[in-house]
Structures are given as C-alpha cells and as structure tokens.
C-alpha cells in the first residue's frame, strides 16, 4: 500500500437490490486518490458517481472488494463504527448545504462537535476560528434564512472543517450558486487544500468546476472511464481578483 | 448528565417550532394525568371518610344478632327469632375475658311528643356501657345508669336531630317528652355524631334504658318474653377481636345448649370487618375510576406516538445531516425519546396541577371528599414519563436507524 494514498479503492462493487431486480451501481472500481489530492468526479446521473462518494464518506459499505480510508477497512465497520470515522475523518458539504433552519450560523458549525468526545468548554473558539477561516466570522449569530446562498455554502464548510478532517467531500458544491459564488467557493477548497493539506473529492457535472481541480475522475454506467491529471488547473482566487468588482457581494438571500 | 442536559436544550428548541401541536399533544397527557390525579383523590377520600367513620363507630366492636331458626328444615332467616337473652348480655360481659363491655340493644322506630310537637324516631333501649363502646358522648346533662336501668326509670338521652325537632331552640334537660303516652324525664344530649357510611343520620336518636324501653315503650306483639332482645354490643379489648368472637360463640353456644351438629342460632359479626369489606367495596370503585382515567393517559401517549412519528418524517433530512456529521444510533435514539418525555413529563406536570384543581373543584362543588396525597403525584409524574419513553420509543428507534444516504436524500 503507497503510504501516500489516503483512499485506496480495490475492485470495488455495489449492487443494489430492489425485489428481484439487481442494480449495478459500481462494477470494478479500482483507484487511489493521495493526500492533499484535489480530486474531481464527474459523470451523468446513473454513472454511479453518488454511490462511489457515499462509499467513500462512508455512509455506505461496499458489496464487495475493498475500501481502505487512511488505512482502515471500511466494509468491516459496523454502523456506529462508520459514524465515528465520518466524524473525525470526513466533512461533508452539499449541493442544498443542509444546515439546521432556526440554529445559528456558529450552532450548525457546532453541530459535528456535539458528536465527537472534544472538550466542550473550547467548542465555541472552535467554531469561530472554522467560520473565520471561511470569512463569515462576523455573521456567526445569522440564522441560515438570513444568509445568502454563497455564505450558507460557507458555513456548510465550516462545518465540514470543524474536527480537522483529512478528507472533504463535496456533492455539486457549486450546483445551486451563480457562477461569481461558485468562483468563491471553489477558492475556498483550493485554499484548504493548499494551506492546510486536506483532501478535497468533489462530484461536479460542470466540466468549468471540474477543471478547478488537479484530477478528474469521469464514470459511466457503473465503470470508471477516464482518469486524466488536470495539467493546468484553474485557480479561483487569480480569477476573483480578475473580475469586475460587481458592488460587493450583496446576494439575496435564498429562501 | 451534560449530554442529557444538551438533549433537552435540543428537544425544547425542537418543541418550540411547532408550539400549537406540542400543546395539543401535551393536551393529551394533561387530561389524561390530570383525571387520573381527580379520580384517585375521589377513591381515597372516600376511604378515608369510611377510615373516620369506623372511628365513630367505636372500635373494636362487635355484634351477635339472632340466627336462623331451623324449624322442621324452613330456616327463617338471621334476625328473624328471639334467641338472645338480657342473660346472654350479661354473661357475655362477665364470662369473656377478652370482653370488656357487653349491652343488649333493642330498638324500635317510636313517635316522640313534646308540648305542640312530635318527631318520629327510633328509640335504643340499652345499658349504659352502651355509650362507651360506641364512643358516644354527653353533651349536656347526665348518662343514665345501671340503676336507672334495674330501677325501669323512664329517663331517655337525646340525638341533636331530635332536640332540633321537639324542642326549637329550648333547653331540652329536664323536661319531659312522651313516647305511647308514656312520660320520659331528658337527662341529657348526645354529641352530634353525623352521617354514616350509608348516609344515616346518627343523631336522629333517644337512648333510654333497656328494662324501661322493654316494658314501657316496645311490649306487646310476639315479644311476651320480656327476656328476649334483639341484639347483643360488645367491646372486645385492644387486639383481641378474634378472642372475643371466639369466646362469645362458644359461651352462646353452650348457654343455648346446641349439640356439635348444630347451627349457630346466632351471628357474631365484627363492624371492623363489616367496614373492612366497605372499604374494600370503596378502593375496587377507586380503582375502577383510575382506571377508566388512565385510559386517556394511554390514549395521550398514543398521541405523543402519533406526533413523534410525524416529526421524525419532517425531519427525515436533519437526521440524515446528524448521521453524516456523526451522530451514532443512541445520539438520534436519545434525542428523540428526550424530546417525547420532555413533551409527556411537562404534560405530566401540567395535569398534575389541573388535577390538583379538578379535586379540589370536586369536594367544593360536588362536596365530595378528595385527597390528593403525594404518592399519587409521584406515580404520576413517573407514570407520564413512563408513557414518553414507551411510546417515544419506536419513534425514536425508527429515526435512530435511518439509513443516512435515504435519510439525506429525503424531501
């Protein structure tokens, strides 16, 4: 095993089974994505994409073949196990962000602490620095309707960085934002992958967000098709700096 | 503990967002403890009335009525022959060593006249143990005694019922009344006693001596033996009721000459006993009524179900998002049964004090006697959080194993 993959993926399958009928979702992965990797993957819904990532977040466990996460073998958890791993390993954030309507901007950050063993006294610092490193320290007291879209994606990440994971994964991070926040967004993952060395694997179907990464991963009907190094990838925060400053910022809030 | 205390903050806030259905499923709860505290307090209040009225009574007393009579194989019926003598009174008092008083009762129901006025009542004719052991007491004047008793002297003590009717607001003692014609001199009044368990008045009431009674107010009729009585009152001493019974039946059985193979012509009953099966009567009604009402607290837990089910559907996707961040099974499990107790202990609380109220409301409305002792408080309160776990708890086992991609994935 190189001791630079932290995901290491062995002939993997994933069959559903729906009565009588057997959906292969995954048929024979095999892939290793090394730390600090800024990994894009990319497919057309049904290529089994989605069901590779909750394989990897581990929320779901393999038919059959192997996963190993940081050197654990995942398909030998049990469901509290998994839990614990997603805890302190992985940090999810989602195409709708699902925060907590009617808890704060710092509680949703929060919300991952309330499940691990962390001291609880430094819970609130703790929050506060995983918002200031994505720049809404200020609204830390905003209920998420009173945010914008970027900045709900913004807190979503702080809360995916809350326990220090190695791993981020991203489903279509970008898919409900304007193409200016997405910008942003995809900027913050680069950051965090290049500052603090975390793994970032982010399903996208826009090839323009895929090309933000230095690694695409294109899947069709259940196989993986193309693996290819982005030899020249896009960077957000040159773009941003670029663009005409449009009266900063001030989106509507999304409902 | 922090955990617990953190789960509550959670399931207040989640409670808050829908305040008019939390209120209404607490409703539920309320109602149900709420009857179930009312309806308690009614059966042991009036367990408690009977506990003051076997008081009044007197203790430790004890009744021997006639029995049966078996003539040819027609038996006639307990009460219905004269087989109890003043003799028996008397040798039960002096022959039993767990006896300590013994009088023969004959009563009959007599018409009273005083100056303009008659009352109709009934008319006790006794010793003067009597008023001991059935713990009655003079209020004014004197008791008549065992010579007034040997010496047939027509004095009679009166009930307040009685004295309220003949004489309206007149000094009763002295004067004299006539029963059949016959003059009685008053020599004193009895302390009100109230109604029995049954609802009789005990004041409404002439004790007189049994000798004058005998010849003077009831002769005639069957009764040409001016020995026979209609009952026997005995006191037995402190503890030893059983003793005494025992003994009584044995002495009335040789003093009546019955072989081995007869029957008792006689019955020894014990009013404790009698008042014990009362009481039993009672608590069965107490219980009955508790639960009837605790049908609604199950009914109310049904709805704390019902509710926790709904809400874990509407949160599908939040509990999805707890599992992704790491929320194991006993997290959501745990989170879900405090937010159904805390919604069925603060129903509880609340029915608690609406059933404190509706008790109270009873015995001031309907003039009930309610008590609303602190043991049915605390089953209550453990009651209606019993109910929050038992029927939070499929809700929450449901939401606890959710699988997170379907959880997450839901709209």
């Known amino acids: ?255 | 503990m922090n955990k617990v205390f953190q789960s509550m903050r959670i399931a207040f806030r989640a409670l808050r967002v829908n305040k008019l259905r939390s209120a209404l499923t607490m409703l539920g709860i309320i109602i149900g403890v709420g009857a179930v505290i009312a309806m308690v307090s009614v059966g042991s209040g009036a367990t408690d009335r009977i506990h003051q009225q076997i008081a009044s009574i007197g203790s430790n007393v004890i009744i021997i009525q006639p029995g049966s009579q078996n003539n040819g194989g027609v038996k006639s019926g307990n009460g219905n022959s004269q087989t109890l003598t003043e003799e028996d009174a008397r040798a039960v008092q002096e022959e039993c060593p767990s006896v300590m008083y013994s009088t023969p009762v004959q009563q009959n129901q007599q018409q009273v006249v005083y100056a303009s006025n008659n009352w109709g009542t009934r008319i006790y004719g006794v010793s003067p143990e009597y008023l001991t052991i059935r713990d009655i007491r003079i209020e004014q004047g004197e008791p008549f005694t065992t010579e007034d008793v040997r010496a047939t002297n027509k004095v009679a003590l009166l009930g307040k019922t009685v004295v309220d009717n003949l004489f309206a607001g007149e000094d009763p003692i002295g004067k004299t009344i006539r029963v059949r014609k016959v003059p009685f001199t008053v020599v004193g009044t009895l302390v009100p006693k109230g109604q029995n368990s049954s609802g009789q008045d005990q004041d409404d009431m002439i004790i007189m001596p049994i000798t004058t009674a005998k010849k003077k107010v009831m002769g005639g009729g069957r009764q040409n033996n001016w020995q026979q009585i209609g009952q026997i009152m005995v006191q037995a001493r402190d503890g030893r009721n059983q003793n005494a019974m025992d003994e009584i039946e044995a002495l009335l059985r040789q003093r009546h000459r019955l072989q081995a193979t007869e029957d008792n012509d006689f019955q020894v009953r014990s009013l404790e006993e009698m008042a014990a099966a009362q009481e039993q009567a009672t608590q069965i009604m107490g219980l009955l009524l508790a639960s009837i009402a605790s049908v609604s607290l199950i009914v109310g837990g049904i709805g704390i179900m019902n509710i926790m089910l709904v809400s874990v559907t509407e949160r599908t996707k939040e509990i999805g998002l707890r599992q992704a961040v790491g929320a194991k099974t006993k997290d959501i499990l745990s989170q879900f049964l405090v937010e159904a107790v805390t919604l069925s202990l603060l129903g509880g609380c609340l029915g608690i004090g609406m059933g404190v109220l509706a008790s109270l409301g009873i015995s001031y409305f309907a003039g009930w006697n309610t008590l609303v002792s602190l043991p049915s408080i605390a089953a209550a309160f453990f009651f209606s959080a019993l109910v929050g776990v038992f029927f939070g708890y499929y809700p929450a086992r449901k939401a606890a194993f959710l699988d997170p991609i379907e959880a997450l994935r839901y709209e």
């Open chain 1, 1 to 255: 095993m190189a001791s630079d993959a932290l995901i290491r993926i062995d002939h993997l399958h994933k069959t559903y089974h729906m009565g009588d009928n057997h959906v292969h979702a995954l048929r024979g992965i095999s892939l290793e994505i090394a730390r600090g990797g800024l990994v894009a993957i990319m497919g057309a819904s049904g290529s089994g994409k989605s069901t590779l990532m909750n394989i990897i977040g581990c929320l779901d466990k393999p038919s059959s073949g192997k996963y190993f996460l940081d050197g654990v073998d995942i398909g030998s958890l049990q469901r509290d196990e998994l839990a614990d791993i997603r805890n302190r390993k992985v940090g999810f954030v989602f195409q709708q962000f699902n925060l907590l309507a009617r808890t704060s901007a710092l509680e949703n950050v929060e919300l991952p602490l309330l499940y691990s063993d962390g001291d609880k006294s430094k819970f609130k610092d703790r929050a506060m620095a995983a918002l200031t490193a994505v720049g809404l320290a200020e609204r830390y007291d905003h209920h998420p309707s009173q945010l914008s879209g970027g900045q709900q994606q913004r807190v979503a990440i702080a809360r995916s960085l809350i326990n220090d994971p190695q791993l981020i994964l991203a489903d279509e991070p970008t898919g409900a934002l304007d193409s200016r926040t997405s910008v942003e967004i995809m900027g913050i993952f680069q950051r965090l992958n290049r500052e603090k060395g975390i793994t970032v694997v982010l399903v996208t179907h826009e090839p323009d967000i895929a090309h933000y990464s230095n690694r695409i991963l294109q899947f069709k009907d259940g196989h993986l098709m193309v693996d290819e190094v982005v030899t020249n990838p896009r960077n957000a925060e040159r773009e941003l700096a670029e663009m005409p400053d449009i009266v900063e910022e001030e989106e509507e809030p999304v409902a």
